[in-house]
């Protein structure tokens, strides 16, 4: 009864709460994350998907390589590698021989590049959001190597604080897990969510 009470009042407060945020962004930027986050965010602010990084997840390192070759690699082909993952039970690709891409909410490997190769077509490079969520076996060196690529905006989100890295927004909450939960949950009774302890407006309209 009362998570059904807390459930309720946080999606009506959460409206208000977004109203006002959407209000103040004047801004699509082409986020890239290695995982849902960017996805949801933009979702909740009602931002249009200007690059492919939707519905979908990239381990660690790949990731990392994807970030030093971005430009080159989010035009590659894709070489369908689902069936030497079946353990996952969605399509996987390969993407420029390279970068393991986890398609996790598409039916098929076609749909997935299908809808990879639409959103490509509208990112600007020159308005560029880097995400990095720490899931997946991230390591203290990975965190370190995202904070000395140079992009201009750019966060990794952490379930500890790391205040010798500049890039690094600790979020509260998952300090005895080992890893960030899902931070795009309600963290509370008032309409925040985990990851409203970063501000996304500032890093999204900021120049």
Known sequence: MIQHLKARLNSSIRVFILREIRKRINTSPSVVCNNCTGAMVLHEYGL??????????????????????LKDLVMADFEDITGEN?????????????VHVHFMHYHSFEEAVAAWKRRTAR?????LRIIYCERD???IDILREFDKLPYTHKVAMSHLPHPELKRVCY????????QLGNIFTFSGWFGKKYYDQFDWVKFFCEA
């Not at 079946?86 to 390279?98: A, D, T």
């Not at 990112?123 to 308005?127: E, I, S, T, W």
């Open 137 to 139: 076996n991230t390591t």
């Open 48 to 69: 249009q998907f200007c690059s492919p990084f939707v519905n979908l997840w990239i381990p660690p390192k790949d990731y990392l390589y994807l970030l030093h070759h």
């Open 171 to 178: 979020i509260k909450g998952f300090s005895e897990e080992g």
């Open 123 to 127: 990112m600007d490079f020159k308005n």
């Open 86 to 98: 079946l353990q996952y039970g969605y399509p996987v690709g390969l993407l420029g021989g390279k």
